[in-house]
């Protein structure tokens, strides 16, 4: 099993372009999150997906779409990105049932908006 | 409001030396998430706590959980360098999602 994969690896923007940022996860888990870190910091939650078909606004939504096309893939969008969207961005996965919500979490995108 | 404070932020400790990182939360919540973070790198699962008094232990790594206080400490027992990096603790609060504490980047000096 790969677990959670993301692509890019690494992304270099210029400001007002816009991008997608894939995850794909094979653990048939059903929730599904976006999250950004920037350096010396914590993870912020960008958007989540507790369940196929559903999604929500976490901490930092603005300037971001996502799309949870089906229970394996959940996509993030910037439509113009800015250089306040330079970050780490990571994808994670849980089961989302409440017997645990354990994250399990992918190789993360930097991305780079000049 | 939902919140997880860890303490310390930062902590440069010596090889061979115990210590504890605290995770304090704001309500009730009996599910509680260790995760380690290289610099660099992604974060990977260390400990799942899911009851009032669980304690999980790998290594010199030492997870306990304290539901009533709304506490969880991470012991580090003999600590060696590869056990550098970041720590963050995570809180389900039972609103489909997790809510991470700021993380405490540990430092082994030899």
């Known amino acids: 099993n790969a677990g959670v994969t993301q692509t890019p690896k690494f992304q270099v923007l210029k400001t007002g372009q816009s991008m997608t940022l894939q995850c794909a996860q094979d653990?048939?888990?059903?929730?599904m999150y976006w999250y950004r870190q920037d350096p010396g910091m914590g993870l912020r939650l960008i958007y989540y997906?507790?369940?196929?078909?559903?999604?929500d606004k976490g901490e930092v939504p603005n300037g971001y779409n996502v799309s949870r096309l089906n229970k394996r893939e959940f996509s993030l969008r910037l439509e113009s990105a800015a250089p306040s969207q330079t970050s780490v961005y990571f994808c994670?996965?849980?089961?989302?049932?409440?017997?645990?919500?354990?994250?399990?979490f992918g190789p993360g995108t930097r991305l780079t908006v000049t | 409001e939902l919140k997880v404070e860890q303490n310390p932020l930062f902590l440069s400790m010596q090889e061979g030396k115990n210590y504890t990182i605290y995770c304090n939360y704001s309500?009730?919540?009996?599910?509680l998430y260790w995760y380690r973070q290289d610099p660099g790198k992604s974060l990977e699962s260390l400990f799942v706590?899911?009851?009032?008094?669980a304690v999980k232990q790998e290594g010199r790594l030492m997870a306990s959980l304290d539901t009533k206080a709304r506490l969880s400490t991470l012991h580090i027992t003999a600590a060696v360098h590869d056990l550098s990096a970041t720590y963050f603790c995570?809180?389900?609060?039972?609103?489909?999602?997790?809510?991470f504490g700021t993380g405490t980047r540990l430092t082994i000096i030899p």
């Open positions: 994670a996965s849980s089961e989302g049932r409440r017997s645990s919500y354990e994250q399990y």
């Open positions: 309500t009730t919540s009996d599910r």
């Open positions: 997906s507790a369940s196929e078909g559903t999604t």
């Open positions: 653990m048939n888990h059903n929730s």
């Open positions: 706590l899911l009851s009032n008094g």
């Open positions: 995570a809180v389900d609060f039972g609103n489909e999602k997790l809510t």
